[in-house]
């Protein structure tokens, strides 16, 4: 049974500018998925719209035969940037992603439940950062942030969790070892999880399915095997380069001459 599913979902912020054209699919539950495209194809408005934070213009989005209305407490996101509150620990981070599950009042008290704190800690455990757990997050590095902002959405005891660019902003080994941490959590728990990459080396060794996203369009869809230099360079050039221009470096130069791209490429560890 699909866990996600998208029916000719279309996506139009003003005249001129169709995100998504008419885009169907569907993933399973349990399933590792990572979106790829060159900066502006449509990717995070598809996990917006997959978060209930947009409304698709035309079509329809279902979350385990539900069609989406609002944002869900079900769907766990991790931005590019972490959004930690930077006085409190790690583990007080963590514990915040019970917020949508306790209501806002008792959270705001500090009433959290024992279980909850259970919850915080072995999402702490599965991100790698137990013995941080005291550490307070402005002390903490880019990599172990974003590990927090995974735990805190673990925490939130998610079906899907969505990924836009959690690793953008780090360096190579940083980005793996969080997207090592996002794949593990994701086994463990049996999460059906998409993430937007665009280190395409990093997104290789860590998808089970890719989808290829140009022009608010998918033009491919298969796993590592099927992901050859042709295809993609047809989803971040539209055609084959004859494989000279395939992004297969550090983060900063996998899109090539994708200028956005290596922008966020940058930036600190
Ligand atoms: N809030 C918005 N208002 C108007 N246009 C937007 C908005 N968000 C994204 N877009 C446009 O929609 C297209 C897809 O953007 P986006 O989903 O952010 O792509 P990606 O994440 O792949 O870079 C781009 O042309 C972008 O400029
Ligand atoms: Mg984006």
Do not use: C, W
């Amino acid at each position: 049974m699909p866990t996600i599913e998208f029916e000719n979902v279309t996506k139009i912020y003003d005249e001129n500018t169709v995100a998504l054209d008419d885009v169907s699919f569907t993933i399973s539950e349990g399933e590792f998925v990572i979106l790829l495209g060159p900066s502006g194809a449509g990717k995070s408005t598809m996990l917006r719209v997959l978060n209930g934070l947009t409304d698709p213009t035309e079509g329809t989005v279902r979350i385990g035969n539900r069609e989406i209305q609002g944002n869900r407490s079900e769907v766990g996101m991790v931005f590019q940037e972490h959004y930690l509150i930077e006085s409190k620990t790690a583990f007080g981070n963590a514990l915040s992603g019970a917020l949508s599950r306790n209501g806002l009042l008792r959270s705001a008290l500090g009433m959290h439940a024992e279980p909850d704190k259970v919850t915080a800690l072995e999402a702490l455990q599965t991100v790698g950062l137990l013995d941080e757990a005291a550490q307070r997050a402005e002390s903490m590095s880019g990599g172990q942030k974003q590990r927090v902002g995974i735990a805190r959405a673990l925490v939130q005891e998610p079906e899907i969790v969505l990924a836009d660019e959690p690793v953008a902003s780090l360096d190579p080994k940083a980005a793996r070892d969080v997207m090592r941490y996002l794949k593990k959590a994701a086994t463990a728990q049996d999460l059906t999880t998409v993430t937007s990459l665009h280190q395409v080396n990093i997104a290789r060794e860590f998808g089970d399915r890719f989808l290829g996203i140009r022009d608010g369009e998918v033009i491919f869809d298969g796993d590592a095997d099927d992901l050859t230099m042709d295809e993609m360079d047809r989803i971040y050039y539209g055609e084959a380069q004859g494989g000279k221009t395939v992004p297969t470096g550090s983060p900063s130069d996998d899109l090539g001459g994708d200028a956005d791209a290596a922008a966020d490429g940058g930036g600190r560890a």
